[in-house]
């Protein structure tokens, strides 16, 4: 009954969506009752595909396994909770959850632009109403999660056991609303080319709708890296896999569109860039769905793969790519965007940054599609992995990183203050290679990457110290700090997070031994004993769990549980970590394979400052929530 509801409901959605697109020509010399029309869609579109999302998901906790997509990917021995996140596990579900999302923008984008221009308006929601109809359109005819099996199975396959954990609640969906929150600032952008003007106001209008999305794509990525750090087993955080790239390749234009927005607010500048950057943006998430669905590329992540369906999306992506572009070369010429400003300048430093945030995610798009090309003309199989990013992107992210410290140094160009600046720059680098030089003495083992990445934290957080100082001393008050704290939070996030980043890479220490109980094995100031191994039975699977205690310097420490598990319906064995974490480090177990009835093979890990990586993109989520914020009072201020 809930499949048959829940089918409708999306039928109906999108005859609803596609009503709202085919209405404006009919009623173009009634622009009154079509914004009525826009409203009103926009209001029952998401209520609509909510509720065919709901029926989904009751199907999945109700064990419908006469739904092909429930039968692959449930079971009825699966916990609930991960039957409901189930519901965006596989390809139909996930591209449901995507509409959900991109319906929720829709009506969001719907109420909060009423201060716009009335046409303009009835634009940029018609361009948002046609992404609707895209991927309503690619969900019903390709991809309905709603399709009966020919024979009900009496139980089904079950969810992979990578799936089955909390990651899975969480990471999807917050990755989610950063890529479809991109629709935004694409509908807009492309309605500003089409109109051929970006006023200061409409990029005051947009700007905390890219920031939104960008925040949501820094809390999806950290949140997909702590989970592969503690579920595959190996302790990595980031592995440069195909999908990881797919998501952080938006991530980095977004950010170069965040900088360009605010030099569009507030010079009227970079008009034509901050359109392309927008539209790359959007374009690159949707190339990362393909990347995903289509199976042309070997994932962790792509777990639900079908290549008919990834040429639908390939084609959708060049369409979209392909008529924005042409809308933009016939327009952006017959945009007024000035480009002159000083060699020295605000705009100057901003312009560096987007061209270092584009080439570096050109060298990633580079290394992830490079061996497929080759692969499609019958060429060499190649792979491009940790060794080709260590050495064409960091040295770009380098000097972008950098230039995070750049702010006092501005405040000095600013006001023609040549000597002081020239001053400030030798005793502000002195001031860092001393703190740099008295931490690599703390630092076990320190290199070259382990010193520049201690440089780069001290060159921003004490340049932004100074920032703060300097503004207070100058206007004696908190309004201009406030305002710009979000924006300062970020910036040393970023610093915290190429900390950690660093240390980590440069000075983990790893062992891999063969133990028997009770035996005992030291690793930096640590000792680790087998002390006890035990069998036991989860809801869906039965598992082997060792016991390792932990001391330091004869004190008890931590007590760790490494599991070996095997689930039931796949016969699939899934290696859970024991992890004792800590601020200034993380003690990490996994139990490998028997070696013979009495002796497992244990691989130990010491990993210091690790959790600085999550920190400081935490750190940047909340500078970006404190931004919107503040933008938002501003606004509510002046009207």
Same mark, same amino acid.
């Given at each position: 009954?809930?499949?048959?509801?829940?089918?409708?409901?999306?039928?109906?959605?999108?005859?609803?969506?596609?009503?709202?697109?085919?209405?404006?020509?009919?009623?173009? $010399?009634?622009?009154?009752?079509?914004?009525?029309?826009?409203?009103?869609?926009?209001?029952?579109?998401?209520?609509?595909?909510?509720?065919?999302?709901?029926?989904?998901?009751?199907?999945?906790?109700?064990?419908?396994?006469?739904?092909?997509?429930?039968?692959?990917?449930?079971?009825?021995?699966?916990?609930?909770?991960?039957?409901?996140?189930?519901?965006? !596990?596989?390809?139909?579900?996930?591209?449901?959850?995507?509409?959900?999302?991109?319906?929720?923008?829709?009506?969001?984008?719907?109420?909060?632009?009423?201060?716009?221009?009335?046409?303009?308006?009835?634009?940029?929601?018609?361009?948002?109403?046609?992404?609707?109809?895209?991927?309503?359109?690619?969900?019903?005819?390709?991809?309905?999660?709603?399709?009966?099996?020919?024979?009900?199975?009496?139980?089904?396959?079950?969810?992979?056991?990578?799936?089955?954990?909390?990651?899975?609640?969480?990471?999807?969906?917050?990755?989610?609303?950063?890529?479809?929150?991109?629709?935004?600032?694409?509908?807009? !952008?492309?309605?500003?080319?089409?109109?051929?003007?970006?006023?200061?106001?409409?990029?005051?209008?947009?700007?905390?709708?890219?920031?939104?999305?960008?925040?949501?794509?820094?809390?999806?990525?950290?949140? $997909?890296?702590?989970?592969?750090?503690?579920?595959?087993?190996?302790?990595?955080?980031?592995?440069?896999?195909?999908?990881?790239?797919?998501?952080?390749?938006?991530?980095?234009?977004?950010?170069?569109?965040?900088?360009?927005?605010?030099?569009?607010?507030?010079?009227?500048?970079?008009?034509?860039?901050?359109?392309?950057?927008?539209?790359?943006?959007?374009?690159?998430?949707?190339?990362?769905?393909?990347?995903?669905?289509?199976?042309?590329?070997?994932?962790?992540?792509?777990?639900?793969?079908?290549?008919?369906?990834?040429?639908?999306?390939?084609?959708?992506?060049?369409?979209?790519?392909?008529?924005?572009?042409?809308?933009?070369?016939?327009?952006?010429?017959?945009?007024?965007?000035?480009?002159?400003?000083?060699?020295?300048?605000?705009?100057?430093?901003?312009?560096?940054?987007?061209?270092?945030?584009?080439?570096?995610?050109?060298?990633?798009?580079?290394?992830?599609?490079?061996?497929?090309?080759?692969?499609?003309?019958?060429?060499?199989?190649?792979?491009?992995?940790?060794?080709?990013?260590?050495?064409?992107?960091?040295?770009?992210?380098?000097?972008?990183?950098?230039?995070?410290?750049?702010?006092?140094? @501005?405040?000095?160009?600013?006001?023609?203050?040549?000597?002081?600046?020239?001053? @400030?720059?030798?005793?502000?680098?002195?001031?860092?290679?001393?703190?740099?030089?008295?931490?690599?003495?703390?630092?076990?083992?320190?290199?070259?990457?382990?010193?520049?990445?201690?440089?780069?934290?001290?060159?921003?957080?004490?340049?932004?110290?100074?920032?703060?100082?300097?503004?207070?001393?100058?206007?004696?008050?908190?309004?201009?700090?406030?305002?710009?704290?979000?924006?300062?939070?970020?910036?040393?996030?970023?610093?915290?997070?190429?900390?950690?980043?660093?240390?980590?890479?440069?000075?983990?220490?790893?062992?891999?031994?063969?133990?028997?109980?009770?035996?005992?094995?030291?690793?930096?100031?640590?000792?680790?004993?087998?002390?006890?191994?035990?069998?036991?039975?989860?809801?869906?699977?039965?598992?082997?769990?060792?016991?390792?205690?932990?001391?330091?310097?004869?004190?008890?420490?931590?007590?760790?549980?490494?599991?070996?598990?095997?689930?039931?319906?796949?016969?699939?064995?899934?290696?859970?970590?024991?992890?004792?974490?800590?601020?200034?480090?993380?003690?990490?177990?996994?139990?490998?394979?028997?070696?013979?009835?009495?002796?497992?093979?244990?691989?130990?890990?010491?990993?210091?400052?690790?959790?600085?990586?999550?920190?400081?993109?935490?750190?940047?989520?909340?500078?970006?929530?404190?931004?919107?914020?503040?933008?938002?009072?501003?606004?509510?201020?002046?009207?």
């Amino acid at each position: 009954m809930f499949a048959y509801i829940g089918y409708f409901l999306i039928l109906l959605a999108l005859l609803n969506i596609t009503l709202m697109v085919i209405s404006r020509p009919l009623l173009a $010399g009634q622009k009154s009752e079509y914004d009525s029309l826009i409203l009103s869609t926009s209001k029952l579109q998401f209520p609509l595909v909510l509720s065919s999302f709901i029926c989904l998901a009751v199907s999945f906790v109700l064990d419908d396994f006469s739904l092909r997509y429930i039968s692959s990917n449930s079971n009825s021995a699966l916990p609930y909770y991960y039957k409901i996140s189930a519901t965006w !596990a596989g390809h139909e579900g996930s591209m449901l959850l995507w509409c959900l999302i991109l319906s929720l923008w829709m009506f969001l984008a719907s109420v909060y632009s009423k201060t716009l221009d009335a046409d303009f308006r009835r634009t940029f929601l018609t361009i948002m109403g046609l992404l609707n109809i895209g991927f309503l359109a690619f969900l019903v005819f390709t991809s309905n999660p709603f399709e009966r099996n020919l024979s009900v199975p009496i139980d089904g396959k079950d969810l992979n056991p990578l799936l089955q954990d909390f990651g899975l609640i969480i990471h999807p969906p917050m990755l989610y609303m950063g890529y479809v929150g991109l629709s935004v600032v694409f509908a807009f !952008a492309l309605t500003c080319c089409i109109y051929q003007e970006f006023k200061k106001e409409w990029a005051q209008w947009i700007r905390p709708w890219a920031l939104m999305s960008w925040a949501f794509l820094t809390l999806g990525i950290a949140l $997909g890296s702590w989970w592969a750090y503690y579920e595959l087993g190996w302790g990595g955080w980031w592995f440069w896999d195909p999908v990881e790239n797919a998501s952080f390749m938006p991530w980095l234009v977004t950010t170069a569109l965040i900088h360009s927005l605010i030099i569009c607010e507030q010079k009227s500048m970079f008009k034509n860039w901050t359109i392309i950057l927008a539209i790359f943006a959007f374009t690159l998430s949707i190339l990362g769905t393909f990347l995903v669905r289509s199976g042309i590329l070997i994932s962790v992540h792509s777990f639900a793969n079908d290549p008919a369906r990834g040429a639908f999306i390939l084609i959708f992506l060049a369409l979209i790519l392909g008529i924005s572009l042409l809308i933009y070369m016939r327009n952006s010429s017959k945009m007024n965007d000035p480009f002159s400003f000083k060699l020295v300048s605000k705009e100057s430093f901003f312009l560096i940054n987007n061209i270092l945030l584009v080439t570096a995610t050109f060298t990633i798009l580079l290394g992830t599609i490079y061996p497929l090309v080759l692969d499609l003309l019958g060429l060499e199989k190649i792979s491009v992995g940790t060794p080709y990013y260590n050495a064409v992107f960091l040295p770009i992210m380098t000097p972008l990183v950098l230039l995070a410290g750049y702010i006092p140094i @501005y405040v000095f160009f600013r006001n023609n203050q040549n000597k002081k600046l020239t001053r @400030y720059f030798i005793i502000s680098m002195f001031v860092v290679a001393l703190f740099t030089l008295i931490s690599s003495f703390v630092t076990s083992s320190p290199n070259i990457y382990v010193l520049l990445g201690l440089f780069i934290f001290f060159w921003i957080s004490i340049n932004l110290t100074f920032f703060i100082y300097r503004r207070y001393k100058d206007l004696r008050s908190f309004n201009f700090l406030l305002k710009n704290s979000g924006m300062l939070l970020a910036h040393f996030g970023l610093a915290v997070f190429v900390l950690g980043a660093t240390i980590v890479e440069n000075n983990k220490i790893e062992r891999e031994e063969v133990l028997r109980l009770g035996d005992t094995v030291k690793l930096k100031d640590y000792e680790f004993t087998f002390s006890n191994l035990e069998e036991f039975e989860g809801p869906n699977y039965k598992s082997v769990r060792a016991e390792f205690t932990v001391v330091k310097d004869g004190l008890p420490e931590s007590i760790l549980y490494p599991e070996k598990r095997l689930y039931f319906s796949s016969d699939m064995p899934m290696t859970e970590a024991g992890i004792s974490p800590g601020f200034t480090r993380d003690l990490y177990i996994t139990l490998g394979n028997v070696v013979s009835e009495t002796k497992w093979s244990v691989r130990i890990y010491h990993k210091p400052l690790i959790r600085l990586i999550w920190l400081g993109a935490l750190l940047m989520v909340i500078g970006a929530i404190i931004s919107i914020i503040f933008r938002r009072n501003e606004k509510l201020a002046r009207g």
